[in-house]
């Protein structure tokens, strides 16, 4: 006698699992570095090797995408300081 039904809530979707990434093969700066330090690395530094040539090798495409127009060029303030 005077009972309400409760309302439910509706059944939450299952999130996907997460798929981890296949390892990247390493790109050429790191295939390099690998050749000549990887005899005197572990495995986790060998990791942070590829992580670390591969930012550089990301930082210096992003670089080469800016267009410099003809007559510009990187700013350069030389100041002699006197203490």
Do not use: C, H, W, Y
Request: glycine content about 6%; overall charge neutral.
């Amino acid at each position: 006698l005077g009972q309400s039904a409760a309302p439910t809530a509706a059944p939450s979707p299952t999130p996907a699992p997460a798929t981890t990434p296949a390892p990247a093969e390493p790109g050429p700066l790191a295939r390099a570095a690998r050749e000549r330090f990887g005899k005197f690395l572990a495995p986790e530094e060998l990791k942070m090797l590829d992580d670390e040539m591969a930012a550089i090798e990301r930082r210096g495409a992003r670089l080469k995408e800016v267009v410099l127009k003809n007559g510009e060029e990187p700013s350069t303030d030389f100041r002699v300081s006197r203490t």
